[in-house]
Every structure is written in structure tokens, then in C-alpha cells.
């Protein structure tokens, strides 16, 4: 296929993962973080590094940003130094951030009026379907530009589904996070009551990973709740932004999500607690 060359706002837990396939193969990507010292590995493998999102964009065809919460996302677009302020025309912008719907669908608008097209592309999958070029991708915008850029995203991605106009890829997310955000509780509750009842904890997950109650985080995280691994695959503190993201949207579409509601009050006591930047299966130690 033929070789683009990209910009990458955003190079953290994930992002770093998916700009090493870029350049494995044989993209050239240029890269902008906040924190300049996080790309310097992705630097030495061949990445380009840039002061700004507009100097990381300036000439390119494709730029992916993967940042923490929508007014990042609103920064790096639209601010002073944005991926507006360089972008060319018949380029393509594509917003892996969890964010919010309405955020998707103002980017996608302002592209147009500049001749640049958006997608709303967010991932499952956390650090290790990064780090396997595994991650699920929902995609919303034009399909024409799906069709386009997806030879690009299946070098990180192997379940990619198009969900829809702008926005839609947002809303997809939504869904896949009320499941993860609640399911977590039901995880940390199966774990409490088989250590209480004297189980080896392992052998149970041995038991239910392959039967029905088997899932990813059961599979992953799980096992590191066992042994007290709490290094972020995703951060509780980025986990409680989706789920607010969510029970806006929900209010907004006047629906009521009674599990997701009492996933936010756990997840926010840890906050407070200052487990913020651990992984979501830290919400273990709120039975602890």
C-alpha cells in the first residue's frame, strides 16, 4: 500500500504502541506530545518530532491524536498552535480520543469547511491490543474516507467497524465503556466473595474466563487484580471522564443508567483516595 506520512499528537500509554506499527510499516510519522520526553524512544526508532499539533501536521495526509479528555481534544484542534491552523486540503484528521459525540461532529464540520475530512475513531482494546496491534476501532464520518484510511488502521486494529456519520464512532465507545465501567463491578464483587469463601483466586478464574462470564477484562485484568498489578492500561481517572461523558449523553437522551451511575461513585471515591492514575482494575481496592 501505498506510504503516508503522518502526524501523531498524543504518544501515551497506547499511542506510543500504535505509532511503532506506523513506522514498522514504513510510514513516516512525525509526533507531538506535551511531555517531549515520551517520544524520545519512538524518536530513536525513526519518528520525526515536532514543538506543536500544527508543525506535527504542516504537508502531512493523515493526522491520528489520541489525547486525555475533550478540551485536549479542543486544543489540539482548534487551539492557537491546532491541527486547523496547518492542516491542508484533501488531508484527513482521525480522533482516537474518547470524547464526547458533539465534539466529534464540530471537528468534522470545521474540517469540511476547510476541505479536510474528520473521523471519530476511538479504541478498545487498552495497552496490550496497542501493543499487539489488536485494538477494536469504531469509526464514525464519511465512508468514502473510512474506505480510505482503512489500510492505515488495520496496522493496529483487526476489528474495525464503520458505526456511522460523525459522532457515531463516539457513541459506539459510549456503549463499549457502560459495559466495561459496570462489568468491573461485577468482576471485583466475584473476586471479594471467592476470597472470603477461601479460594485460590486463580484456579476460579481458571474456571470462569472459558465459560459463560468470560470476557476481555476477565481474561486481563483479573489476573492482575490477583496480584495487586495496578500499572494502567487505562487510567481510572480517564475511565470516569467516559463514564461522565456518557450519563451527560444519556440525560440528554432521556434514558436512566442505574449500574453506570454506581460505577461513577466508586470509580470517583478512588479518585479521591488518590488512585487516579492507576488501571481500572484498582477497583478492587475499594472492596479491600
Not at 161 to 187: D, L, P, R, T
Not at 235 to 245: A, E, G, L, Q, W
Request: negative net charge; hydrophobic residues 40%; contains cysteine.
Amino acid at each position: 500500500m501505498e506510504k503516508e506520512r503522518i502526524a501523531f499528537v498524543g504518544t501515551g500509554v497506547m499511542g506510543a504502541s500504535i505509532v511503532k506499527h506506523l513506522l514498522t510499516n514504513g510510514h513516516e510519522v512525525t509526533v507531538y506530545t506535551r511531555t517531549r520526553e515520551k517520544a524520545t524512544p519512538l524518536v530513536a526508532l525513526g519518528a520525526k518530532w515536532a514543538s506543536s499539533p500544527a508543525e506535527a501536521f504542516a504537508g502531512k495526509d493523515i493526522a491520528f491524536t489520541m489525547v486525555g479528555y475533550p478540551s485536549d481534544v479542543e486544543e489540539v484542534y482548534f487551539g492557537e498552535n491546532g491541527l486547523f491552523q496547518s492542516a491542508k486540503a484533501g488531508s484527513v484528521v482521525i480522533d482516537m480520543t474518547t470524547s464526547e459525540p458533539t465534539l466529534a461532529k464540530k471537528i468534522y464540520a470545521h474540517g469540511k469547511s476547510l476541505g479536510v475530512t474528520a473521523l471519530d475513531a476511538p479504541v478498545s482494546g487498552g495497552d496490550i491490543g496497542a501493543q499487539n496491534g489488536t485494538l477494536s476501532i469504531m469509526v464514525g464520518g464519511d465512508v468514502e474516507t473510512f474506505n480510505k484510511v482503512s489500510p492505515v488502521l488495520q496496522h493496529f486494529g483487526t476489528n474495525i467497524v464503520y458505526q456511522g456519520e460523525a459522532g457515531a464512532g463516539q457513541h459506539a465507545k459510549m456503549c463499549n465503556q457502560i459495559v466495561i465501567a459496570s462489568g468491573m463491578i461485577g468482576i471485583c464483587e466475584s473476586l471479594a466473595y471467592g476470597l472470603k469463601a477461601g479460594l485460590d483466586l486463580t484456579t476460579v478464574l481458571q474456571s470462569i474466563s472459558s465459560g459463560a462470564a468470560g470476557s476481555w477484562a476477565l481474561s486481563n485484568l483479573a489476573p492482575r487484580m490477583v496480584v495487586e498489578d495496578y500499572a494502567p492500561g487505562f487510567y481510572i481517572k480517564h475511565i470516569v471522564k467516559d463514564i461522565k461523558i456518557a450519563l451527560d449523553e444519556s440525560k440528554r437522551m432521556g434514558i436512566t443508567l442505574p449500574g453506570l451511575a454506581l460505577a461513577y461513585e466508586m470509580y470517583d471515591k478512588l479518585i479521591e483516595a488518590g488512585y487516579g492514575e492507576e488501571g481500572t482494575q484498582a477497583l478492587i481496592k475499594y472492596y479491600k
